[in-house]
C-alpha cells in the first residue's frame, strides 16, 4: 500500500508508544532530504528517520546504516541547537492526514524552557520538514526553502508563520463514518466505490480505498466490518507480501495483494526491509553521478570501438576484391589512360565477367593499379591487430558491464571503491591532491537457515579481497554463469545442500539476473580460483565446477539478513 494517512495512523500509533518521553540524544543529516533523532527512551536507542524525499517520504524507527557528512548541514546545526536533549512528549497525526507533529520541550541557552515541535509533512514532491516555536508558530527553520515566487498559499522560508496546508473537504474516518452506508448503496461496482470512498473521507490512497470497498462487498455488516477495519490499524501485523507485480508492503493482511507473505514484528522493521533497496538505489544514483556517468562513457566507447572493428573487418573480408583489382589494371594496364575516372575490364577470374573499376584521374595507370595492392595489404596486415584490439575492447565492455550491475546493488558506502577502483585503474582523475588510501568496507553477512555464515561481496574490492584473501581454501564459493555478479562464499567446507541452495540464490539475487527464473550458479571450492597476473579487481579464472539453476527471492534474502548464527556447540564436528 502507500504511505497514506491510513499507514501514517498506524505509524504513529508506533512511534508514539515506542518514543514519548524519551530524549533526544544525538541529530544526523546524511541526506539533503533525511533526518535521523536518535532518541533515547526505555532504555534503549532508537534512530527515528524522518523523511521529506519526494517519492520516499515518510517516518520509522530505522536500523538501516548511514553515514554522516564530514560537516553538518545548517538545518542539521539548528536542530541540535534547539533539539538535542530535548524530552519528546508526543508523536501526533494532524488528522487523518500525512502530517506527522514532534513536539518537545527542553531549555535554551539562557536556562529558559522551550517548546518546539516537528511537522513532516508527506506530499510527495512537495515533502517538508519544519522546526516550530510551539509559543508563536513561528517557522525557526526548514529543510526545504521554497522562495515566496513559488508558493504564494504560505511561507515556506524561516521566520514564516507556520500554516497548515490547505484542507480538503474530507471526513476523518476515525471522527466519523457519516456517509458510507450510503456510498454503499449506491455504488456497488468495487472500482467506483473506492473512487467515491476517496473523494469522501480523509488519508485515502487509491490502494487503500480499493482495499476498503472489497472488504465491504464481503459477505456480513458491512459497517461493522469497516469499523473492525479501521481499527486493525492500531493493532497492526505488519507484512511484506511478494505479488506478480513485485513487493508490496501492508499493515495487516489485505485481500487486495495476494502472494507471498513475509510478517514482521513492527512498522518500522517491514518499512526497513521494503525501503532499504528503494531508497537505497535513490542515495546510490545521488551520490554516484560522476561515477555513473565515468563508466557510462567508457562502456559506450569500448562497445563503439567493437563496432567499428566489426566495421574494419567486413572490410578486409573482401581485401581480395582489390587485389583483384590491382592485378587487372596490371594486365590491361595498356587500356588505362590518365585521366580516366573508370574503366570496365574483364576479370579473368570470374568467367571473363566485366568488372567496374574506379580510377583516380590524377594519377597514372600504374600508380593506380599500385593504389589497389597498397589498400589490399593493408587491410590484410590489418585483421591480426583489429582482432586483437577488439579481444580488449570485449575484455572492457565485460569489465563496465560488470561495473554497472555492482552500482545497481551498491549501498552508498560501495560507491565510494568503486570510484577508488577506477582510480586506480586510470579512468577517473584523483579529486584532491592528499592521496587516501582505500578502506574496503566489509561484505555483507547473511546465516543459512543452519546458521552457516554466508559473505556476499558488493563490488570488486570487495569481492577479490573475500574471494583471495579472507576465504578459506575449503570454502565453496559461487557466482552466476556468464554474467555480472557478486562473489558469494559458503563459509563450511560441506554445506548441506539446503545452504548451497540457498548462497545460490543469494548468488542469484546480487547479480544482473535478479529479475529472472532459472539463473545458472557456478560453484567450486576456493582452492580452484585462480587470478591471472596483471588482470582487473575482482576478476578470476577457475575449472572444475559445478552448476545449479535457481529463482531469485527476495523474501528469503531478507530472512537470511535476519538469521542468527549457528551457536559455537552446534558446529560439524572435524
Known amino acids: 500500500m502507500s504511505f497514506d494517512g491510513l499507514f501514517t495512523h498506524a505509524m504513529v500509533h508506533e512511534l508514539n508508544a515506542t518514543l514519548a518521553g524519551g530524549r533526544i540524544m544525538k541529530i544526523h543529516q546524511p541526506y539533503p532530504n533525511e533526518i535521523f533523532l536518535v532518541i533515547r527512551a526505555n532504555r534503549q536507542n532508537f534512530p527515528v528517520l524522518l523523511s521529506a524525499h519526494p517519492s520516499f517520504a515518510r517516518s520509522q524507527i530505522s536500523r538501516i546504516k548511514y553515514s554522516n557528512p564530514t560537516t553538518a548541514p545548517n538545518f542539521a546545526m539548528m536542530l541540535r541547537k534547539h533539539l538535542e536533549g530535548a524530552q519528546l512528549l508526543a508523536v501526533e497525526q494532524i488528522e487523518n492526514d500525512r502530517i506527522i507533529k514532534f513536539s518537545t520541550t527542553g531549555r535554551n541557552e539562557l536556562g529558559d524552557e522551550e517548546k518546539t515541535s516537528l511537522y513532516l509533512e508527506m506530499m510527495g514532491r512537495h515533502s517538508n520538514l519544519f522546526l516550530v516555536d510551539e509559543a508563536s508558530q513561528k517557522i525557526i527553520d526548514l529543510i526545504k526553502h521554497v522562495p515566496a515566487d513559488q508558493n504564494r498559499v504560505r511561507s515556506l522560508m524561516p521566520g514564516g508563520q507556520y500554516i497548515m496546508p490547505p484542507k480538503q473537504d474530507v471526513i476523518n474516518p476515525y471522527q466519523s463514518l457519516n456517509g458510507l452506508a450510503n456510498l454503499i448503496l449506491d455504488y456497488p461496482e468495487i472500482p467506483e466505490l473506492a473512487k467515491?470512498?476517496?473523494?469522501?473521507?480523509?488519508?485515502?490512497?487509491?490502494?487503500?480505498?480499493?482495499?476498503?470497498?472489497?472488504?465491504?462487498?464481503?459477505?456480513?455488516?458491512?459497517?461493522?466490518?469497516?469499523?473492525?477495519?479501521?481499527?486493525?490499524?492500531?493493532?497492526?501485523?505488519?507484512q511484506l507480501i511478494t505479488t506478480e507485480k513485485g513487493l508490496n508492503y501492508a499493515p495487516f493482511d489485505w485481500l487486495t495483494l495476494p502472494g507471498q507473505r513475509v510478517a514482521y514484528s513492527t512498522l518500522s522493521e517491514m518499512l526497513d526491509s521494503y525501503f532499504e533497496e528503494k531508497s537505497e538505489r535513490d542515495r546510490v544514483q545521488q551520490q554516484a553521478s560522476i561515477v555513473i556517468r565515468a563508466v557510462r562513457n567508457e562502456l559506450k566507447k569500448n562497445q563503439t570501438k567493437i563496432k567499428k572493428f566489426y566495421q574494419e573487418l567486413a572490410m578486409a573480408d573482401n581485401a581480395d576484391d582489390f587485389k583483384v583489382k590491382g592485378e587487372l589494371l596490371t594486365t590491361y594496364m595498356h587500356m588505362v589512360e590518365r585521366g580516366m575516372t573508370e574503366i570496365e575490364l574483364p576479370n579473368y577470374y570470374d568467367d571473363n565477367k566485366p568488372l567496374k573499376i574506379s580510377l583516380s584521374n590524377q594519377i597514372g595507370p600504374s600508380q593506380n593499379a599500385q593504389k589497389y595492392f597498397t589498400r589490399y595489404n593493408k587491410l590484410k596486415t590489418s585483421i591480426k591487430f583489429i582482432n586483437e584490439q577488439m579481444a580488449l575492447a570485449e575484455k572492457e565492455v565485460a569489465y563496465f558491464e560488470n561495473l554497472m550491475a555492482q552500482i545497481e546493488i551498491a549501498s552508498p558506502k560501495d560507491i565510494e571503491e568503486i570510484r577508488q577502483e577506477l582510480i586506480q585503474e586510470g579512468y577517473m582523475r584523483v579529486q584532491t591532491k592528499k592521496k587516501q588510501k582505500t578502506q574496503v568496507s566489509a561484505p555483507e553477512k547473511f546465516y543459512a537457515t543452519d546458521g552457516t555464515l554466508i559473505e556476499v561481496g558488493k563490488n570488486n574490492l570487495q569481492n577479490e579481497r573475500l574471494s583471495m584473501k579472507t576465504a578459506a581454501k575449503s570454502d565453496i564459493w559461487l557466482h552466476t554463469k556468464n554474467m555480472p555478479g557478486s562473489h558469494v562464499i559458503i563459509h563450511d567446507s560441506d554445506p548441506s545442500e539446503a545452504t548451497l541452495l540457498e548462497g545460490a540464490k543469494l548468488a542469484a539475487y546480487f547479480s544482473k539476473g535478479r529479475d529472472s527464473a532459472n539463473v545458472p550458479v557456478d560453484y567450486l571450492p576456493v582452492r580452484r580460483l585462480r587470478k591471472p597476473n596483471g588482470s582487473k579487481p575482482g576478476f578470476v579464472i577457475f575449472e572444475g565446477q559445478s552448476t545449479v539453476a535457481v529463482t531469485p527471492d527476495f523474501s528469503l534474502v531478507q530472512q537470511l539478513r535476519q538469521n542468527k548464527p549457528a551457536p559455537q556447540s552446534a558446529a560439524k564436528e572435524l
Open 196 to 238: 467515491q470512498i476517496q473523494q469522501h473521507f480523509q488519508g485515502f490512497a487509491r490502494d487503500s480505498a480499493l482495499e476498503l470497498a472489497h472488504v465491504l462487498h464481503q459477505d456480513g455488516d458491512s459497517m461493522q466490518a469497516a469499523h473492525a477495519w479501521f481499527a486493525h490499524f492500531d493493532q497492526p501485523a505488519p
